[in-house]
């Protein structure tokens, strides 16, 4: 396998790098959160115009989508990302304003078989169901809706206006949704594949992860340089340096997980194994460094004035979000069996 980037993801990751440090400093950060909501719509602006025209194919999105973690940047890029990326594969034109995928549902972060359901009734469909944690919800446009059909996995493009949205907090204080639908529709929003859509999703969801355990992992070994006991530096201390290097192990298997699903995905290859993977070295890496980030940096990283609880709160919620390490091995076990012997 080549793991050379091409220059166009290159050139995408670099812009997208250069505006959200612009955008991201801690006061910065500190002054969105302050408003209830972790969105800024200054920044969502500034990405959006600077990736307006572009065709983003899925490694390339991926690779903008880990400077978004490095960065623990307050949009939602990952879920717009990839409905429109979606609807592109279909040739569908995507909608104007923000786009949101809703695939979790009660118990289920990304069920095989959705609770939520379509039926055909002449040249409309009924869509009937319960989304949970559906991310930007609150200042979402339009949403792609999982749903079982007899054809198998659906999507359903539903407007804001077609669901009714209940807010949801996070642990991190992003502020999501659960949906509430019982809509009439015409047939042409019913689209196949909804498979894809979580497939999809989940490995964007990982991409992001990457970012934040590589901004975690640097900003803690950073630290380490400078938090000084016993008149040296803690990074000089073997079991911290031990833990930071196992950090950095876990961010390398991670980041060999993630471009390996996104690699498949993008090639249309089957890629069912390689996305459980991913997601189970994301959910596994995410908590370890998490955790190595808040030990490191002592009562610094839980004081939120600080950075590392960003890392922290942002690395629990998408080690859990489309599954949990615990999901996904039991998904991998049901794989394999299913298997040749």
Known sequence: MDFTFSSDAEDAASLAATILADHTKPERLAEVEAG?????????KAITDAFDGAELGFIELC???????????????????????FLAEHDLTPDAGILSCAIS????YAPSVPTTTVARDGDEVVVTGTKYLVPAATVA??????AASP?????????????????????????????????????????????????????????????????????????AKTREQF???????????????????????????????????????????????????????????????????????????????????AAKRYELEHGSATDQALRLGRLLAAGPA
Not at 36 to 44: A, E, H, M, S, Y
Not at 250 to 271: F, H, K
Not at 295 to 308: M, P, Q, R, W
Request: some cysteine; aromatic content about 6%; proline content about 4%.
């Open 141 to 146: 446009d339009a949403f792609l809706v999982t």
């Open 105 to 108: 549902e009660e118990h289920d």
């Open 63 to 85: 690779r903008v989508l880990v400077e978004v973690g490095r960065t623990v940047a307050p949009i939602p890029l990952a879920t717009d990302g990839v409905a429109r990326l």
């Open 231 to 313: 008149d040296r530096p803690i990074g000089t201390f073997q079991a911290v340096a031990q833990r930071l290097a196992d950090g950095y192990i876990d961010m390398r298997m991670q980041a060999l997980t993630v471009w390996q699903a996104a690699w498949r995905l993008s090639e249309g290859l089957p890629a069912e194994e390689a996305v459980a993977t991913a997601k189970l070295w994301a959910a596994d890496a995410g908590h370890r460094v998490a955790h190595t980030t808040v030990h490191v940096h002592g009562g610094v990283g839980i004081d939120l004035d600080g950075e590392a609880h960003r890392y922290f709160t």
């Open 36 to 44: 209830g909501n972790r969105f800024d719509p200054v920044l969502w």
């Open 151 to 223: 054809d198998g996995s659906v999507v359903v493009r539903l407007d804001a206006s077609e669901v009714q949205v209940r807010e949801q907090k996070l642990s991190d204080g992003d502020t999501v949704g659960l949906l509430e639908i019982d809509a009439r529709v015409p047939a042409d929003r019913l689209v196949p594949d909804g498979n894809r859509l979580v497939a999809l999703a989940t490995v964007a969801t990982c991409a992001v992860q990457l970012g934040v355990v590589e901004g975690a992992v640097r900003l803690t070994s950073e630290y």
